[in-house]
């Protein structure tokens, strides 16, 4: 392989912004001044394409190409000869991207990857250009990509594609709003004068924030506690479904004095693991479908996950994106207790549910 783009690549990043308006405030009157895109909620992936020589990299740098065989297939086929592409893969069941699914697809057994992308296979799709051609594109403004990429891309209808982008800050707006409803966590905002910045948050993102109150059924003490210095690492979270509290996720990020406190306020709630309502999962030493606190998976294989288990008494708002099946699918952000509300009141039908969207429609296709 030889490209004028070579790995290793990091990928561009991006900031976190709170409002589609407040970008559009701030760059007001440069016309143009940035290209709005869906954010699509899959792996990370560079395409290093030379002839029918494929291979892809995770954001981390780390090789993806052994997982995904029917997506190094589609890209032989439908990519230009010899590029270098910034994009996503995904899985998508039906009119909706899933998250666990494409999880999935890391697995050490050949067959079993095979199995898969025979059954639910995934998808790419592109939206930067780092080189096309003998030419490398990673120092042109996003303008010249996008219209290259336009070109060299067109007429793709699966399972390669390329990304819808606006100027209009109205209709980024929309897709804020509509295509969540098809999986998609989110906008992202690229300045269309800059130039691809390896490991540089030099894009902007607009995520979605909800909050919701949830019960405090367990903790995790932090890598660095002690039994002089008890640290709390993490809450362990629970709504309430058919009377059964259910494991919604955790929620992670304290200042160290916060970790203190914490682990001290709680210890009057401790119980021993027969006495708590997730005492029945036990017995389970690998992952389950309901994701069980303390349980082994391939993803945790090594790590300590055994908790602390609390008495169900306490309730916490928390802030958190999106779902993920009936989990929350990135860690819960602390907001504040809520002495007034009852363990048993906090149950899944609080939770905002997205109007549905046609994956299609936001790939392009008829």
């Known amino acids: 392989m030889d490209l004028p783009v070579m790995p290793p690549v990091q990928p561009m990043l991006a900031k976190s912004v709170k409002r589609i308006p407040d970008l559009a405030k701030k760059f007001q009157g440069e016309v143009g001044a940035l290209s709005f895109e869906p954010k699509w909620d899959g792996f990370r992936c560079i395409v290093f394409k030379d002839g029918d020589e494929v291979e892809l990299a995770s954001r981390n740098t780390k090789p993806l190409t052994r997982y995904f065989p029917e997506v190094v297939t589609a890209m032989r086929e439908q990519l230009p000869q010899r590029c270098v592409l910034d994009g996503e893969i995904f899985v998508s069941v039906g009119e909706r991207l899933e998250f666990e699914v494409l999880q999935e697809r890391i697995h050490p057994a050949k067959s079993r990857i095979d199995l898969l992308a025979e059954q639910t296979p995934a998808s790419y799709v592109a939206f930067d250009l780092l080189a096309l051609g003998d030419e490398s594109y990673a120092e042109r403004p996003f303008a010249e990509r996008r219209a290259a990429l336009e070109e060299a891309l067109a007429g793709l209808d699966g399972p390669c594609y390329l990304t819808r982008t606006t100027t209009d800050p109205a209709e980024a707006q929309e897709w804020f709003e509509q295509f969540e409803g098809a999986g998609l966590d989110g906008v992202v905002a690229k300045p269309l004068d800059a130039a691809y910045q390896q490991n540089a948050r030099t894009m902007l993102k607009i995520k979605h924030e909800r909050t919701a109150d949830v019960v405090v059924a367990g903790y995790r003490e932090h890598k660095t506690s002690t039994s002089e210095k008890p640290l709390l690492g993490s809450l362990l979270l629970g709504l309430y479904r058919d009377g059964q509290l259910q494991h919604v996720g955790v929620s992670a990020s304290f200042t160290a004095a916060r970790r203190a406190e914490l682990i001290e306020e709680l210890q009057p709630l401790v119980v021993p693991i027969e006495e708590h309502p997730w005492g029945h999962w036990q017995e389970f030493l690998t992952a389950n479908p309901d994701r069980v606190p303390g349980t082994q998976s391939r993803w945790s294989q090594g790590k300590d996950l055994s908790f602390t288990p609390l008495r169900p008494e306490r309730v916490l708002e928390v802030a958190y994106d999106h779902m993920e099946g ?23 039908e609080q939770l905002e549910e997205p109007v549905s969207y046609d994956l299609a429609r936001i790939l392009g296709i008829d």
């Open 326 to 348: 009936r989990r929350f699918r990135h860690t819960a952000q602390f907001r504040r207790w809520r002495t007034d509300r009852d363990p048993e009141s906090c149950g899944y």
